[in-house]
């Protein structure tokens, strides 16, 4: 699909919050500036996306293969409404997918439109997300009972009949089929979708009165060349006795007339049998329509013209109309309102459509030009949509390419401006712009079931420097250390490697470690006797200790016999250097990195595996801070291998990571949780502080602290994505960065920096105002 976009004034759109947290350096492939946040939310692939201004906040809408469509404030990326689905079939319980997605200001509102599988076409207002309305086709206009009428047909297969002058439904007819004349007054014929015989029923238009008797046929037979139906009389509830198909009604279905009885035995033993038939509809007397077995149902005797003048709504219903020359289409509200839509416009865009009031006084009709009518143009005129997936802003044309990369294009020349945007890890199906604070935004939308938004003002420098050699496969843990008075960054890989590198410009200081077995899960940095030592964890009972500088392994594993390690924490016990380890043995325990053995007994108190561990100094004494899947908090005595007070509570789920820092001078534990929260807890008084910082659905991403403009700032990766919350206040601080893949591991760093591994690569981020 493509969505055009004019952008809007520069004044009128919302600011971007600024960033506060900058890239320095990276290895692997440049990270692309101009990635800003992904939208995550939808449970399938993502189609299509259109762009809007909602009092003056820029928002996407979008429409995905989970059936729904949902609205994105683009400054926060959070959603905006309930998602809207389209209808669900009552027999099936299926919902009709999304099939494409535009937008509109209609009446100063902006306004959201969704195409579904079964060709509706819904209306939703933007500011409320409310439904505003659903497109429906137009069939006739008509005068009833000397009240000039508008006859429309629903996705649903209802037909309404809708004042002209009022714009209200005076009568609605579900699964309608046909419309005719019998006997001077106009009637509705209907037949019901779920019902098996496929009965045809007669209805009054005006007065809504059910005119017809439905008869079930029996047989249907031919004799020379003239078709006759035998119904089945109807069963005399008051003799208790049930219907004999020999003595049935014969009916000739030419001229909807009965047949003399005479003619019975004939009929029913010459007669070569015609299948089917399944009902016949009687009114006064004479047959008008013969219900058939999934098909359509024929017409007879009186309304045997019918069919021929175009009696069958379905075929004589159209999307558009026009209007005092004007192209002009219907909704229908909630409560059968009709507004009517002026969408003529020298260009296929949605900037200019307009809502008209229903009718004039005179009573001017719609009138419904001859011959076919162009297939979806409907929502052609809507939409403005192309043949392809692109979108064209001022002055560049995006184009969706065969290798699932999004590429800018100036477009005069057509010629590409900087690489393609790369990000996604699926097909791109849909892409559009809008103007957000003066700067141009992309929003691309994805099988990978996200929506990508971009900076097209930013244009890649040298100044974003070469690639730099790095992993070969997937980095799992990392963590920052100081080799001979520089701070540095340690990383270990899936590709079994530990690599060193100085923080500051990103390059390898020492040769690499090799040989680590399976996965590093954990990983702190501590000093032994004056050497740095770099203690690992994996999916085993062992801890691993590596020299950094040597590139060498330092003894033999040190078994923990906790079944499996989850968690590390470095600390100083009494002077000496010591790792806190958490376990899935619902224990945690304290190890001396000197003499490789534990300290004390376990920490016990736990009630399921222990997944997250943190320490720091508490009035004096060292400390550690434990998370579990028994959705507690708890705080021990590294001194004393005792729990501090009780334990704290508050998550509803799993608790999936700690970590502690100081907030307006008091100590304070950050706990993150599957229950999609983050909570501070302070640790002088064991209460929770603040509220819970909510919007964070992925309990498996990393969480660390670290400091921006000197306050201390919580990390949290979210997917494809890391954000910042001011633990003071709670508030998020400024754009989130966006990784090319889920962000895997954090790690604080010396001056309010941040280290970000995802995929191979790894990038230093540090605070805007350095």
Not at 33 to 40: A, E, G, H, I, Q
Not at 184 to 208: N, Q
Not at 530 to 539: D, E, H, K, L, N
């Given at each position: 699909?493509?969505?055009?976009?004019?952008?809007?004034?520069?004044?009128?759109?919302?600011?971007?919050?600024?960033?506060?947290?900058?890239?320095?350096?990276?290895?692997?492939?440049?990270?692309?500036?101009?990635?800003?946040?992904?939208?995550?939310?939808?449970?399938?692939?993502?189609?299509?996306?259109?762009?809007?201004?909602?009092?003056?906040?820029?928002?996407?809408?979008?429409?995905?293969?989970?059936?729904?469509?949902?609205?994105?404030?683009?400054?926060?990326?959070?959603?905006?409404?309930?998602?809207?689905?389209?209808?669900?079939?009552a027999v099936s319980s299926t919902t009709v997918e999304v099939l494409s997605v535009a937008t509109a200001v209609a009446d100063g509102r902006p306004v959201a439109f969704s195409l579904h599988g079964d060709d509706s076409v819904l209306v939703r207002d933007l500011a409320t997300g409310r439904a505003a309305g659903e497109f429906v086709r137009l069939?006739?206009?008509?005068?009833?009972?000397?009240?000039?009428?508008?006859?429309?047909?629903?996705?649903?297969?209802?037909?309404?009949?809708?004042?002209?002058?009022?714009?209200?439904?005076?009568?609605?007819?579900?699964?309608?089929?046909?419309?005719?004349?019998?006997?001077?007054?106009?009637?509705?014929?209907?037949?019901?979708?779920?019902?098996?015989?496929?009965?045809?029923?007669?209805?009054?238009?005006?007065?809504?009165?059910?005119?017809?008797?439905?008869?079930?046929?029996?047989?249907?037979?031919?004799?020379?060349?003239?078709?006759?139906?035998?119904?089945?009389?109807?069963?005399?509830?008051?003799?208790?006795?049930?219907?004999?198909?020999?003595?049935?009604?014969?009916?000739?279905?030419?001229?909807?007339?009965?047949?003399?009885?005479?003619?019975?035995?004939?009929?029913?033993?010459?007669?070569?049998?015609?299948?089917?038939?399944?009902?016949?509809?009687?009114?006064?007397?004479?047959?008008?329509?013969?219900?058939?077995?999934?098909?359509?149902?024929?017409?007879?005797?009186?309304?045997?013209?019918?069919?021929?003048?175009?009696?069958?709504?379905?075929?004589?219903?159209?999307?558009?109309?026009?209007?005092?020359?004007?192209?002009?289409?219907?909704?229908?509200?909630?409560?059968?309102?009709?507004?009517?839509?002026d969408l003529t416009d020298d260009r296929p865009r949605v900037h200019g459509m307009r809502v008209i009031d229903a009718v004039d006084a005179s009573g001017t009709a719609p009138t419904f030009p001859p011959g076919p009518e162009r297939e979806a143009d409907l929502w052609h005129r809507i939409s403005g949509r192309g043949n392809g997936p692109s979108d064209r802003a001022d002055a560049v044309l995006l184009t969706v390419e065969q290798d699932e990369t999004v590429v800018v294009r100036d477009r005069a020349t057509g010629k590409p401006v900087g690489p393609p945007l790369t990000g996604h890890t699926g097909k791109v199906w849909d892409v559009a712009t809008i103007v957000v604070d003066g700067r141009l935004v992309a929003v691309t939308a994805s099988a990978d079931h996200t929506l990508r938004t971009w900076d097209l003002s930013h244009a890649l420098t040298p100044e974003d420097g070469p690639s730099r050699p790095g992993h070969t496969a997937a980095v799992s843990a990392v963590t920052t250390a100081v080799l001979d008075g520089r701070p540095v960054v340690v990383t270990a890989g899936a590709d079994h490697t530990l690599r060193v590198r100085d923080l500051?410009?990103?390059?390898?200081?020492?040769?690499?470690?090799?040989?680590?077995?399976?996965?590093?899960?954990?990983?702190?940095?501590?000093?032994?006797?004056?050497?740095?030592?770099?203690?690992?964890?994996?999916?085993?009972?062992?801890?691993?200790?590596?020299?950094?500088?040597?590139?060498?392994?330092?003894?033999?594993?040190?078994?923990?016999?906790?079944?499996?390690?989850?968690?590390?924490?470095?600390?100083?016990?009494?002077?000496?250097?010591?790792?806190?380890?958490?376990?899935?043995?619902?224990?945690?325990?304290?190890?001396?990195?000197?003499?490789?053995?534990?300290?004390?007994?376990?920490?016990?108190?736990?009630?399921?595996?222990?997944?997250?561990?943190?320490?720091?100094?508490?009035?004096?004494?060292?400390?550690a801070v434990t998370g579990s899947w028994d959705k507690t908090v708890r705080l021990w005595d590294l001194g004393t291998g005792r729990q501090i007070g009780e334990p704290l509570t508050g998550h509803s789920d799993w608790v999936t990571s700690v970590a502690t820092t100081l907030v307006d001078g008091r100590l304070v534990a950050i706990s993150r949780s599957r229950d999609e929260t983050v909570r501070r807890w302070d640790l002088a008084t064991l209460r929770e502080t603040g509220e819970p910082l909510t919007g964070h659905p992925d309990p498996n991403g990393p969480m660390v602290v670290t400091t921006g403009d000197a306050r201390p700032v919580v990390a949290i990766g979210q997917g494809q994505a890391v954000r910042f919350r001011d633990l003071a206040t709670g508030r998020e601080l400024g754009s989130e960065y966006a990784p090319a893949l889920p962000a895997a591991a954090l790690a604080p760093a010396p001056g309010g920096r941040l280290v970000v591994a995802f995929g191979p690569e790894i990038a230093v981020l540090g605070p805007a105002a350095d």
């Open positions: 699909m493509s969505e055009i976009s004019t952008g809007a004034p520069d004044d009128a759109n919302a600011p971007l919050p600024e960033p506060r947290w900058t890239l320095r350096w990276a290895d692997g492939p440049v990270p692309d500036r101009r990635r800003l946040r992904p939208l995550v939310g939808h449970d399938g692939p993502v189609r299509t996306v259109a762009t809007a201004l909602v009092d003056g906040r820029p928002v996407a809408v979008s429409g995905s293969r989970d059936n729904t469509v949902r609205v994105w404030d683009l400054a926060t990326g959070e959603q905006l409404h309930e998602p809207v689905t389209g209808r669900t079939d069939v006739e206009s008509a005068v009833l009972d000397e009240r000039r009428v508008l006859l429309t047909l629903g996705a649903d297969g209802t037909l309404s009949v809708g004042d002209l002058l009022t714009g209200r439904r005076v009568a609605a007819f579900p699964s309608a089929t046909g419309v005719a004349m019998l006997d001077g007054r106009r009637v509705v014929l209907t037949v019901d979708a779920v019902d098996v015989d496929r009965t045809v029923r007669v209805w009054d238009m005006a007065t809504g009165e059910q005119l017809a008797r439905s008869l079930s046929v029996a047989r249907t037979v031919d004799l020379d060349g003239r078709v006759l139906a035998v119904t089945a009389p109807e069963p005399d509830p008051a003799a208790g006795t049930a219907a004999d198909p020999a003595q049935g009604r014969l009916w000739d279905l030419a001229t909807g007339e009965p047949v003399d009885a005479s003619e019975a035995a004939a009929v029913l033993s010459e007669g070569a049998d015609r299948p089917g038939a399944t009902t016949l509809t009687v009114v006064r007397g004479r047959a008008v329509a013969l219900g058939l077995d999934d098909e359509e149902p024929r017409f007879i005797g009186p309304l045997a013209l019918a069919r021929q003048n175009g009696a069958l709504v379905r075929t004589r219903a159209r999307e558009t109309a026009v209007l005092d020359g004007r192209t002009v289409a219907l909704t229908a509200g909630a409560d059968g309102t009709l507004r009517l839509w500051s410009t990103g390059r390898q200081v020492t040769a690499p470690v090799t040989g680590l077995e399976g996965a590093v899960t954990a990983m702190v940095a501590s000093e032994v006797d004056g050497r740095p030592v770099i203690v690992t964890a994996g999916c085993g009972d062992t801890l691993r200790l590596l020299d950094p500088v040597g590139a060498d392994h330092l003894g033999e594993p040190v078994t923990t016999h906790h079944g499996r390690v989850l968690a590390l924490a470095g600390a100083t016990l009494a002077g000496r250097p010591v790792v806190v380890t958490a376990g899935s043995d619902r224990t945690a325990a304290i190890w001396d990195l000197a003499t490789r053995r534990p300290v004390g007994e376990p920490l016990t108190g736990h009630t399921s595996r222990v997944t997250a561990v943190a320490t720091a100094e508490l009035a004096g004494r060292p400390v």
